[in-house]
């Protein structure tokens, strides 16, 4: 899993990339909780969403927003950060222009920066949004989500309760054909303290059903 190092709009980011083994393979990219509270793309969470897009073929990155870890600039409070990630994927796109489809993920304020960059780059053809902060930030945006994708929360989270988030993204209206799955981890904070298992077993029943199992020689 190569270092990697790639320009982005306030200076260099830093990432964990691995390349697909099958040209037009897919790709993923995994965006991580908020820099100000101890967020980085070495994240449990973050970390286990890489390798499950790693173990299905596709090429993924996960990297840190700028002024996290060995990524230049500061602090942006979403701009910056929606920046970003939008240098990440053209980053990972331009190593595999034959890719036939893209995903996101993102944690907590990743999840929130994920769900506005899908709606900027029509090629993202999937989501995961764990712990999003519907609650704190304004997911209005998704006007129509043009989209699927999964939300997954626990349903002890005090940072952004389950019920506050279930109704925000009810009222959130899609294009044709779209679906939006949303799945509670039974007894899980925000964090996913001691149930990332269970959580990174909901995310694969979901990828299982919307993109097929892991295929043995893509591990």
């Not at 964990?16 to 083994?21: D, E, G, L």
């Not at 967020?39 to 449990?44: A, E, S």
């Not at 993202?124 to 997911?139: Q, V």
């Not at 043009?146 to 209206?173: N, Q, T, W």
Request: net charge neutral; proline share 5%.
């Amino acid at each position: 899993m190569p270092e990697v190092i790639f320009n982005g709009p306030a200076g260099r980011l830093e990432g964990r990339y691995q390349p697909a083994k099958k040209k037009g393979a897919p790709i993923a990219i995994i965006l991580h909780p908020h820099p100000q509270f101890g967020g980085t793309m070495n994240n449990q969470i973050v970390y286990s969403l890489f390798y499950t897009y790693v173990n299905r073929g596709f090429a993924v990155l996960r990297f840190n927003f700028r002024g996290v870890g060995r990524s230049q600039g500061s602090f942006d409070h979403g701009h910056g950060e929606l920046s970003d990630a939008a240098a990440a994927l053209d980053w990972v796109q331009s190593l595999n222009p034959d890719a036939r489809s893209c995903w996101i993920a993102g944690v907590s304020f990743g999840a929130w920066i994920g769900m506005q960059l899908l709606m900027r780059r029509p090629e993202i053809e999937g989501f995961l949004s764990i712990a999003a902060m519907a609650n704190r930030y304004d997911f209005s945006f998704l006007a129509p989500c043009p989209s699927s994708g999964l939300f997954v929360h626990g349903s002890e989270d005090r940072v952004a309760p389950a019920k506050d988030v279930i109704s925000v993204i009810e009222k959130v209206k899609t294009q044709k054909g779209i679906v939006l799955e949303h799945a509670v981890i039974d007894g899980a904070n925000h964090f996913f303290d001691g149930k990332v298992e269970e959580l990174m077993q909901t995310v694969d029943a979901y990828l299982d059903k919307r993109i097929g199992t892991p295929h043995e020689d893509a591990a």
